[in-house]
């Protein structure tokens, strides 16, 4: 693909893309909006957009910062502004050509997502990160360097995998969960689970159910 | 100067820790839980208090509490800390109603055959139950005394008022620790560990924070009773402001830190009326306490998205902090097996003196 | 010796207060505590212990602190203010509570309440670069317990250590005792370490007679308290089949010039030994945590370096990596005797050889049966 590109976020893959470009698309020009942190969304950065030639792509690359909610902000505030989104897949990554992937997605260098799989609008995967047959990853989501999905697992909206952590076969792991310890993980796991070093034990949250929360984009 | 009214031996004694189960965790009103992830049907709680399994269910829109153990085999009848689920056993799918009577036996002919006054007689235990705002109580003993006999109103009436603040959805979180639970209530109560033990993390938060105040505190008459042990102070708090602050219902319009100290085993916060969170010190063993963590913010006023996160950064923010005086407290804990000294207190620790001689006092039976 | 004195939790109570609170024992390295303010924990009979440099004092302390018991220091070994981190209390040299942060306003301690707390204080006793410590209030002289020539040995030699040092601990599923009697066995490396230690070493093994004839001596009364001293002994112990010519032993001077083997038996529980003449020295030290569990606390230093070099610490792992094995030969062995007892085990057969430790055996047994003399 030609053209221009407008790169816009923080953090580690965003540095990565920066650094990586042109290899990712040599015909594509890459812009740069560097923001100072995450917490420099609350600020509108719109405007740095504006000298953008018409209707260019754009990309928002924020890590994994509040459950993705960060780069879910970026990514639907540009949406909603009307602009076009790319997907961003490293030159040394394999993705099977039955596997479908959305908008704003990223796919690290040495990934392999396998034959049928989807990764839903605004997830990253990490570096040398296994997608398996068939695994579904719903919409921003964050799959750390090496995690794995296993085949025909399946990941709800704004989950984090994090490095190391793999996920059987066929396991389902509910939305807005985190899994953040390394190890593999063979049972369901509910939506609002937290397992992360500092517990012991995980976290959930309980309460009112809620519908399709934080997936307007 | 006064030297600690506890031994040694009461942080990790087994012939103590009995006692203490008895006369106080089944006798005392124990915090069970929060009301607002009960308000479904069939919506349940389980916790062990006093070493007795106890579930509280919503039935038919009451909350009840009953022992969490099925007539026939004593199997726990719900498993998990919150769900919804009707009150049935897995085991052999004996299903109870909501008096905890048996309502009915799979196969009760074939395979049981118990005589109607042996049949008459399967029924789940149930104890008191008292909600206080979002606040469930329960006691254990046979003839409880009344909530209002171990907190004052006045104390029950700000639990009531800035419990109604708290948001429908709560993390939970529970961390086993190696300590005695008094060690924990002890920390909370000595406001003058923050300076040392959290220098960075709670600290700056707090600018008005002293332990002088408690010092100050001598004019204050020792404590008599047990309802003396449980009161509520506040301070000032260094709030850093949130988009999401606007989008809920604050309790208070002050920048204060709210502090809550229910005896036995709960120190409850609130962070300017923002997020509020409930430590209990659970007694598991003589030197194994779980710090079950409550964490919620005020009640939305419209729909925060990303409420899930906020909630689990807020409860790993609070986790660090703990766990600053984890890593004291069993180290203390380790260290009172080889010691044959007690506590000297300072006069600021007078919470600490007034909690210790009125607990002698109950355990010894006498309460 | 009965098998409940290897495996009986009450026995290795009343041995912890009738020998090890009454003895003095090894705790530490004087050059780990070279500064101001630097020290070094342990338990020693179960009793958490710091000892720490005060302007160049050192002191030994009950590691608790006098307000609510919390531990002083946590670090195995560092360098900080005695001073604790849950209200702040700071100690002096004298084991006094010299800084009490707020002490007016929060504590009010009267002044007699104040002059009243202090740290309790264990004596301490340096030989060259080795600090021994003593539990008891009234310990015995410390040359009672190990003869002026062997003490001197100590210093000489300690003296010779460079200040590097390197140490690990292991765990041995033991009793502490398998390991002093199996160090003042001569005869076992040609059997336990015939791959290893005894490629290097001709140990001589020989049978003393005097010593064969005092332990089997009905003893005189009141003469126990002077063969204490006999179970501690050291030196020059076994010639070496030459010292292999390492880079770095022409770095380090040299404690003597024999090609020996060095060894310093200390009792009850201390062995040091430099197995290259004099260039780098191990010590070994048998702290009993249970009936059945011995901590095998290792410390590697080479000689003093003449002039840094840059892989000295790879030396220092190099020998630590030696000790793994040797010492792992003799952690196998002494953990098969310790699986293999049971109340009505039978009671080993001890050779000529063994006399040293049949005249310990003596001694001990008196001492945990009647008291003993001290």
């Known amino acids: 693909m030609s053209g221009e590109l407008w790169l816009i976020g923080c953090g580690d893959i965003f540095e990565t893309i920066a650094a990586a470009w042109p290899a990712i698309e040599p015909d594509t020009v890459l812009h740069v909006v560097r923001l100072e942190s995450p917490a420099a969304i609350a600020t509108p950065f719109e405007e740095r957009l504006a000298a953008a030639s018409p209707q260019p792509r754009v990309f928002a690359a924020l890590d994994q910062s509040a459950l993705n909610f960060a780069r879910f902000d970026v990514y639907a505030r540009l949406r909603l502004g009307g602009r076009r989104f790319c997907t961003l897949i490293h030159p040394s990554a394999i993705v099977d050509a039955t596997a479908k992937l959305g908008e704003n997605v990223w796919i690290g260098a040495g990934a392999v997502i396998e034959a049928r799989s989807s990764i839903g609008h605004n997830t990253f995967v990490g570096t040398r990160a296994l997608v398996l047959g068939a695994a579904e990853l719903a919409a921003h989501g964050w799959v750390g360097a090496a995690a794995s999905v296993g085949a025909r697992a399946k990941i709800g909206t704004h989950c984090v995998i994090g490095a190391d952590v793999r996920i059987g076969a066929g396991v389902e792991v509910g939305r807005f969960s985190s899994i953040e310890r390394p190890g593999h993980y063979a049972e369901p796991i509910a939506e609002r689970t937290y397992i992360d070093a500092l517990f012991e034990l995980p976290v959930r949250i309980y309460g009112s159910a809620r519908k399709q929360a934080g997936t307007a984009g | 100067m006064s030297e600690s009214i506890l031994s040694p031996e009461h942080y990790f004694d087994a012939g103590i820790f009995r006692a203490e189960q008895q006369h106080i965790y089944r006798k005392l009103w124990i915090f069970a839980g929060i009301k607002q992830l009960l308000a479904e049907p069939d919506a349940f709680l389980t916790r062990t208090i006093g070493g007795v399994p106890v579930v509280i269910q919503n039935c038919g829109g009451e909350l009840r509490a009953f022992e969490n153990r099925c007539a026939h085999r004593q199997m726990p009848l719900q498993f998990e800390d919150y769900g919804q689920r009707r009150l049935a056993c897995r085991y052999h799918g004996w299903v109870y109603g909501d008096d905890g009577t048996v309502r009915s036996i799979p196969q009760e002919d074939a395979l049981y055959r118990y005589s109607a006054a042996e049949r008459g007689q399967l029924c789940l235990q149930r104890f008191a139950l008292r909600t206080v705002g979002n606040f469930v109580f329960v006691n254990l003993a046979a003839s409880p005394a009344p909530l209002e006999t171990q907190f004052t109103p006045e104390l029950l009436a700000e639990l009531e008022a800035i419990s109604a603040h708290f948001s429908n959805d709560a993390a939970f979180a529970r961390i086993p620790a190696r300590y005695n639970w008094k060690l924990n209530w002890e920390n909370v109560l000595d406001t003058n560990h923050v300076p040392y033990v959290h220098p960075r993390s709670f600290l700056p938060l707090l600018p008005g924070m002293t332990a002088a105040a408690d010092a100050a505190v001598p004019a204050r008459p020792p404590a008599t009773d047990v309802s003396d042990l449980s009161f509520s102070t506040r301070s000032t708090y260094k709030l850093d402001a949130q988009a999401w602050h606007a989008m809920v219902e604050r309790f208070g319009d002050t920048d204060n830190y709210y502090n809550f100290y229910l005896y036995p085993n709960i120190n409850f916060i609130s962070l300017a009326g923002y997020v509020f969170l409930i430590q209990q010190f659970d007694p598991v063993a003589p030197e194994r306490t779980d710090v079950l963590f409550t964490l919620m913010v005020a009640r939305e006023r419209k729909r925060i998205p990303a409420l899930p996160a906020i909630l689990w950064g807020h409860m790993k923010g609070e986790k660090r902090v703990l766990d600053e005086d984890i890593i004291l407290l069993e180290r203390l804990q380790q260290s009172l097996h080889t010691q044959d000294t007690r506590a000297r207190h300072g006069v600021y620790e007078s919470r600490l003196v007034d909690s210790a001689r009125i607990y002698a006092r109950q355990i010894a039976g006498a309460a | 010796m009965p098998p409940a004195a290897y495996r009986s939790q009450e026995w290795f109570a009343r041995e912890r207060g009738r020998l090890f609170r009454r003895v003095w024992q090894f705790a530490g390295l004087k050059t780990m505590l070279g500064e101001h303010n630097a020290f070094i924990t342990r338990e020693v009979c179960g009793v958490p212990v710091v000892i720490q440099n005060f302007d160049g004092e050192l002191r030994a302390f009950e590691n608790l602190c006098l307000h609510r018991g919390a531990k002083l220091q946590w670090e195995r070994a560092g360098r900080r203010p005695l001073l604790c981190r849950y209200h702040g209390w700071g100690y002096d040299k004298a084991g006094a509570p010299a800084n009490i942060p707020l002490h007016d306003e929060l504590y009010r301690f009267s002044t007699a309440e104040r002059a009243g707390m202090c740290l309790r204080s ?142 310093w038996l200390a009792f009850p529980n201390l062995h040091i030994a430099s197995g290259d003449g004099g260039h780098a020295f191990t010590i070994e030290h048998h702290v009993p945590l249970a009936p059945d569990r011995t901590a095998i606390e290792i410390y590697w230093m080479t000689a003093k370096k003449r002039r840094p070099y840059p892989y000295s610490s790879t030396v220092l792992l190099a020998l630590m990596h030696g000790s793994k094995l040797v010492v792992g030969e003799d952690v196998r062995v002494m953990e098969s005797v310790q699986a293999g007892l049971h109340d009505d085990a039978p009671q080993g057969n001890q050779g000529a050889f063994e006399a040293s430790n049949r005249l310990i055996e003596r001694w001990y047994m008196d001492l945990m049966e009647n008291g003993g003399e001290f």
């Open chain 3, 122 to 263: 264990f004596a301490l006793r340096t030989v060259g670069n080795l600090v021994f410590i003593n539990m008891n209030a009234e310990p015995i002289p410390f040359e009672q317990q190990f003869d002026a020539g062997f003490i001197a040995s100590l210093e000489s030699s300690s003296n010779a250590y460079d200040g590097e040092v390197i140490t690990t601990t292991w765990t041995g599923r033991f009793n502490w005792k398998l390991a002093y009697e199996n160090l003042r066995d001569a005869n076992h490396p040609r059997f336990v370490h015939a791959q290893t230690l005894a490629r290097s070493v001709d140990f001589i093994c020989n049978v003393d007679e005097a010593l064969v004839i005092d332990a089997d001596a009905e003893p005189a009364p009141g003469a126990g308290r002077d063969l204490l001293r006999r179970f501690s002994w050291g030196g020059r112990d076994a010639p070496l089949r030459g010292v292999a010519p390492y880079a770095w032993r022409g770095m380090v001077e040299r404690w003597g010039s024999d090609d020996a083997y060095y060894n």
